[in-house]
């Protein structure tokens, strides 16, 4: 699969739910995540640009694996990603293959559907707020599309300045620099 993500810093994460509202639409979920990121003993993510880690979110957790970003304009990646019945069990696994824990990512999320986008406002520890839209496509898709419409649906929310490419590791990695 081919995640195909743009993300934004915003001030207000109430008006623009409002906004999602009135383009049609609809509240899925508000939760809390723990992300856990990993770094590899064979290779320095930071450097390949790839991302592990282990989220947990509500009763579920997921290990995900992120490859390098495929362009210049946004956060498109390869993602893998499967459900494991325990976080800490699934890092004492990835700890003792070598796998070194490097920080947990601390987020409240609201998500949103709309048409075949989801869109996220995630108030991040130590960052502020951030607004996510994303469509997941078949990996060898071709994206452009994609990624216009979303930059499109950005534009009818309101919002145009503000673009990050970095993810949240990378923001809180920089902030602590």
Excluded: C, W
């Amino acid at each position: 699969m081919i995640e195909v993500e743009v993300k934004a810093k915003i001030s207000s994460g109430d008006e623009v739910s409002e906004r999602i509202i009135s383009l049609g639409g609809r509240h899925v979920s508000d939760e809390e995540q723990t992300d856990i990121y990993f770094n590899a003993p064979h290779r320095d993510f930071a450097e390949t640009d790839e991302a592990l880690r282990i989220r947990k979110t509500g009763e579920r957790t997921f290990i995900t694996y992120k490859g390098p970003k495929i362009d210049d304009r946004s956060k498109t990646r390869k993602e893998l990603e499967v459900e494991v019945a325990d976080a800490e069990t699934a890092a004492g696994i990835l700890e003792s293959l070598g796998f070194r824990r490097v920080r947990d990512v601390l987020k409240e999320r609201r998500t949103y559907s709309l048409e075949d986008f989801t869109i996220s406002i995630d108030t991040v520890r130590g960052l502020g707020t951030y607004l996510e839209i994303e469509r997941d496509l078949p990996d060898g898709s071709d994206y452009g599309d994609a990624l216009s419409e979303i930059f499109e649906l950005y534009r009818k929310l309101g919002v145009s300045e503000g673009f990050e490419r970095k993810s949240y590791l990378e923001l809180l990695e920089a902030e602590a620099e």
